[in-house]
């Protein structure tokens, strides 16, 4: 992506400006893998907007590449940039699991304006 998000709450990382680079694996099209691509996409805007690099693997496709990062279980999300390597499995649809797994510091919610 081309757009950079300079703020420095959104994510745990030296460099305001780095691209978070994710691959999510997954097998075929199953209602769990379109899941975990819908939860990780909507994350990534929340708290990465302009900032991320989504590459997701199909293993029914290409099984050959779970060997590169010891892919033991599916849907499985990898952050390999920034270091170090990361990972989260599962369908991503518990947020607060995904952003400490991935160490992504949760945007701040706008200020409530009460008590």
Do not use: F
């Not at 996409?41 to 997701?56: A, M």
Request: charged share 25%; hydrophobic share 35%.
């Amino acid at each position: 992506m081309s757009d950079q998000n300079t703020s420095q709450d959104h994510a745990d990382s030296d460099d305001p400006l780095d691209i978070w680079n994710l691959r999510l694996y997954v097998a075929g099209q199953t209602a769990k893998s379109r899941t975990a691509i819908e939860n990780l996409k909507r994350i990534c805007e929340q708290h990465l907007p302009g900032r991320y690099d989504i590459e997701v693997v199909d293993l029914l496709e290409n099984p050959q590449l779970a060997r590169g990062d010891q892919i033991i279980a599916i849907p499985t999300l990898v952050r390999k940039l920034p270091n170090p390597m990361r990972k989260v499995i599962g369908d991503l649809s518990n947020e607060e699991k995904t952003l400490v797994g991935m160490q992504i510091v949760p945007r701040k919610p706008p200020d409530a304006g009460g008590v």
